[in-house]
């Protein structure tokens, strides 16, 4: 991970805090630096364990989301978009949802995380994060009952 990512993925982890602290929701983030901080290990069944500098189990695959919050099952991935090449140096990146994206959504649904895709165009994004960590936290009430 660059640092021009970690630059981009700062704000959201910060405001991830920033909201959680506001509304006592208790999450507890973490973010990736580049050391597989977020890392996770889930399988076909959906089930789920931390990675925690291991190498990956048997029969799982291995993600690193953006944003994690292990616990209460929240993920943010932060989507960094590019321009079609026309000649010009490559830059990381995609111009919409591909087929990794899918595969990755598919697994994180399956062991039960909420996940919340934002796109680095999206000038609305704080408003964005902010409405998908209440409508989690109340989910999360409701189905606690």
């Known amino acids: 991970m660059g640092h021009r990512d970690l630059m981009s993925l700062y704000p959201v982890y910060q405001e991830c805090k920033k909201i959680s602290d506001e509304l006592n929701f208790g999450f507890s983030f973490k973010w990736d630096q580049g050391d597989y901080e977020t890392r996770i290990d889930i399988n076909e069944d959906g089930n789920c364990v931390l990675g925690n500098g291991q190498l990956p189990l048997i029969g799982y695959e291995m993600f690193c989301p953006d944003i994690l919050d292990y616990t209460n099952r929240i993920i943010i991935e932060f989507e960094e978009e590019c321009q079609p090449d026309k000649g010009a140096k490559k830059r990381k990146g ?13 697994y994180y649904n399956k062991a039960k995380f909420d996940l919340l895709r934002i796109w680095e165009s999206d000038k609305q994004w704080k408003k964005t994060l902010k409405q998908f960590l209440v409508d989690t936290y109340h989910n999360r009430l409701v189905h606690r009952k």
Not at 95 to 101: G, P, Q, S, V, Y
């Open 94 to 106: 995609h111009f919409e949802i591909n087929t990794r994206d899918v595969r990755r959504g598919k």
